[in-house]
């Protein structure tokens, strides 16, 4: 397993549709295990390959608390077949959207049909923070991020601060 470079906002790459995995192979194994441990190490709860990259429909998360036994969940090619109207709210942050953390609402249940690690079908009934942490991790299979629910104001605001954020040079601590 290897840890990888985290794309933050603003990138291209992050505004990229995410293409469907034909098998889970090897490769794409080898892909979720590199994400999940680029995941682990950023603390994060959930984490999309174009976040690292690359461009494949394959997410993973993991909602057990630190100290609680890991419990890694693996989405290939998810699909959502069902959700209701009623919605929760949460304060999401994104590990591409580094420091900003924004209240978003979203459906509060959800079923996803997806590939498992071994390419099994699977389907999942979600509901409030693991159906609100699923969806946020497929908008970026669209190439969605939460910022671009808030007002334009608002969304202009946070881009510009991560610009700077990015041309800051590095600090060195001599
Ligand atoms: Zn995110």
Known sequence: MAIK????????ILRQKSLPVSIVGKEEQKLMNDMLETMYDANGIGLAAIQIGVPKRIIVMDLSKNEEKKSPMYFVNPIITNKITETSTYEEGCLSVPNFFAEVDRPKKCDV???DYNGKKKILNANGLLATCIQHE????????FIDYLSKLKKTMVIKKLSKQKNRPDRIIV
Do not use: A, F, S, V
Not at 138 to 145: A, V
């Open 138 to 145: 497929m908008d970026h299979l669209e190439g969605i991020l």
């Open 5 to 12: 470079n985290i794309i933050t906002e603003p990138n291209k």
């Open 113 to 115: 049909e997806y590939l």
